[in-house]
């Protein structure tokens, strides 16, 4: 199994729609930055439906050595840089984040980035569950946007 760090969209979706549980059986460890904790503190603080602490008692808090200044410079979130960051250190990890730019910045950096619908077609190919078509639908209501296009490409990459 692999080893995963992540940002703060993947375990809100994936929370969202009732999957967190997904992580624990798809990856080793996972490694969640305290920054990525501090957003979801955050979260709940402002009332926002997202996982605490105690739902990701599987996941191991760590902290980056080091975080580079230029990706500062860019629209990225914290948890992001912090993520990414950690990843720089540990590139045998899979990195899961969402959002474009972050994905598009870790990829040139060589970092292996999966997102949450990698997740989803991960879960389904390793026989986790046995259709994702109704869990996309769920990130759709909760809030992640995707086109209509990486909907239907997921769907077929996932034999629906």
Request: cysteine-free; glycine content about 6%; hydrophobic content about 45%.
């Amino acid at each position: 199994m692999l080893d995963a760090i992540s940002n703060t969209s993947p375990l809100v979706y994936t929370y969202r729609i009732g999957v967190l549980n997904w992580w624990t059986q798809l990856f080793s460890t996972v490694w969640v930055p305290q920054q990525v904790i501090d957003e979801l503190q955050a979260g709940q603080n402002y009332g926002y439906d997202v996982p605490n602490r105690n739902d990701l008692a599987w996941a191991e808090i760590v902290e980056p050595r080091h975080m580079p200044s230029e990706w500062f410079a860019l629209d990225l979130g914290l948890g992001e840089v912090a993520a990414m960051s950690v990843a720089l250190d540990h590139p045998e990890r899979v990195l899961v984040l969402d959002d474009l730019l972050a994905r598009r910045t870790a990829q040139t950096a060589g970092l292996n980035v999966w997102g949450t619908l990698k997740i989803l077609l991960e879960a389904k190919s390793q026989g986790i569950t046995t259709e994702i078509a109704s869990h996309v639908e769920k990130l759709q209501i909760s809030g992640m946007y995707m086109s209509e296009g990486i909907k239907r490409r997921v769907l077929q990459l996932a034999g629906e």
